[in-house]
T-cell receptor, first 113, second 111 residues
Framework: ETGVTQTPRHLVMGMTNKKSLKCEQH?????MYWYKQSAKKPLELMFV???????ENNSVPSRFSPECPNSSHLFLHLHTLQPEDSALYLC????????????FGSGTRLTVV | GQNIDQPTEMTATEGAIVQINCTYQTSGFNGLFWYQQHAGEAPTFLSYNVLDGLEEKGRFSSFLSRSKGYSYLLLKELQMKDSASYLCAVGRGSTLGRLYFGRGTQLTVWP
């Protein structure tokens, strides 16, 4: 399997649930990212990981908790979300500065009810 | 911060040429990216410009003017499959890529 794989593709959860999004990259990249894509809004950078260390957190609420156990895997743990958190969550990876572009996964479409 | 502006929607016909403009204001600029995103799919990398000028890649070309904070994506010989959202993104930071995206331009190609 190649590229960036995200699971699940679709997720519906209640505001009191706890769930996790998973991302796996098979490209040998050393940086991974979480982005949020809401309707009519730009892609929003949430978290940046380089060599398994979080190097950026763009003021994301604590109900989103990322985890990067190794350079190939990235998780986004979700708890007590709000309906406005419903969006497409995209994972991406890059090598170094990303000057050759990111490779994105297909995303998880999250609906909070 | 960064302000990235591109038109919301554009339409064109098959076989035509379309130019999608993007203007930006940012600090720590290290490149301008264009991505294509079909509905329900992942964004895919189209082009990267870091120096002023035109980069051509098949039917797609991308132009950058750093002094003007301006880029465009030129699509030639349009095909129906080119109907998609085109995302302009600015890279920031010297050692680790951070991409900041515009809202995207939804292009519809008519037969």
């Amino acid at each position: 399997e190649t590229g960036v794989t995200q699971t699940p593709r679709h997720l519906v959860m209640g505001m009191t649930n706890k769930k996790s999004l998973k991302c796996e990259q098979h490209l040998g990249h050393n940086a991974m990212y979480w982005y949020k894509q809401s309707a009519k809004k730009p892609l929003e950078l949430m978290f940046v990981y380089s060599l398994e260390e979080r190097v950026e957190n763009n003021s994301v609420p604590s109900r989103f908790s990322p985890e990067c156990p190794n350079s190939s895997h990235l998780f986004l743990h979700l708890h007590t979300l709000q309906p406005e958190d419903s969006a497409l969550y995209l994972c991406a990876s890059s090598q170094g500065g990303g000057n050759y572009g990111y490779t994105f996964g297909s995303g998880t479409r999250l609906t909070v009810v | 911060g960064q302000n990235i502006d591109q038109p919301t929607e554009m339409t064109a016909t098959e076989g035509a040429i379309v130019q999608i403009n993007c203007t930006y204001q940012t600090s720590g600029f290290n490149g301008l990216f264009w991505y294509q995103q079909h509905a329900g799919e992942a964004p895919t990398f189209l082009s990267y410009n870091v120096l002023d000028g035109l980069e051509e890649k098949g039917r797609f070309s991308s132009f950058l003017s750093r002094s003007k904070g301006y880029s465009y994506l030129l699509l030639k010989e349009l095909q129906m499959k080119d109907s998609a959202s085109y995302l302009c993104a600015v890279g920031r930071g010297s050692t680790l890529g951070r991409l900041y995206f515009g809202r995207g331009t939804q292009l519809t190609v008519w037969p």
